[in-house]
């Protein structure tokens, strides 16, 4: 099946500064790549997606890339704010609907 | 906006007991999923369901079983509550196809068993 590796466990980062998270993937039938936040007590919200025909893909602050090849993925949030600070997690879908291999997790702390 | 309820936020149950969690969805959404959330081990898919009266094994799913008699609502079922089951439950339901209608979670019930 598939396996999804995340990194960092943990990111601290200053005020205004840039957060990058790292995913790979092991199944190549992978083709969709969504991204999770997670805020303290809540569940899991859904901030940015990206599928496998589309090598990068922004929202405002916060962009995802994809290298196909070398089966890699990745967040970037830019000019980070106090209410970035949750835990973040990256998944892989190798089905198309929806039984989705999460990572282990980041959490992110955004310090003043 | 999609609303996913779970019926408890905290259960603490005892060691054989049998245990009922219940998930509703609002949005006539065809189908529904049962994920446990661990520190360091992330979410791990329990259980799905694409159709009433339809269930698939995730890739935990020993010590589970789930219920779907109305397509809004899916049941996990503990048959018999081991401690190695506390954890938090997160239900989440989605439409369709994955990059058409992303999945969309419930709060989460954290169970304890004793």
């Known amino acids: 099946g598939e396996n999804v590796e995340q990194h960092p466990s943990t990111l601290s980062v200053q005020e205004g500064d840039s957060a990058v998270i790292k995913c790979t993937y092991s199944d190549s039938a992978s083709n969709y790549f969504p991204w999770y936040k997670q805020e303290l007590g809540k569940g899991p919200q859904l901030i940015i997606d990206i599928r496998s025909n589309v090598g990068e893909k922004k929202d405002q602050r916060i962009a995802v890339t994809l290298n196909k090849t070398a089966k890699h993925f990745s967040l970037h949030i830019t000019e980070t704010q106090p209410e970035d600070s949750a835990v973040y997690f990256c998944a892989a879908d190798p089905s198309g609907y929806s039984t989705l291999t999460f990572g282990k997790g980041t959490m992110l702390l955004v310090s003043p | 906006d999609v609303k996913v309820t779970q019926s408890s936020r905290y259960l603490v149950k005892r060691t054989g007991e049998k245990v009922f969690l219940e998930c509703v969805q609002d949005m006539d959404h065809e189908n529904m999923f049962w994920y446990r959330q661990d520190p360091g081990l992330g979410l791990r898919l329990i259980y799905f369901?694409?159709?009433?009266?339809?269930?698939e094994k995730g890739d935990i799913p020993e010590g589970y079983s789930v219920s779907r008699e109305k397509k809004e609502r899916f049941s996990l079922i503990l048959e018999s509550a081991s401690t190695n089951q506390t954890s938090m439950y997160l239900c989440?339901?989605?439409?369709?196809?994955?990059?058409?209608?992303?999945?969309?979670f419930g709060n989460g019930t954290r169970l304890t068993v004793t």
């Open positions: 989440a339901s989605t439409a369709g196809l994955s990059y058409n209608s992303p999945l969309h």
């Open positions: 369901s694409y159709d009433v009266k339809m269930k």
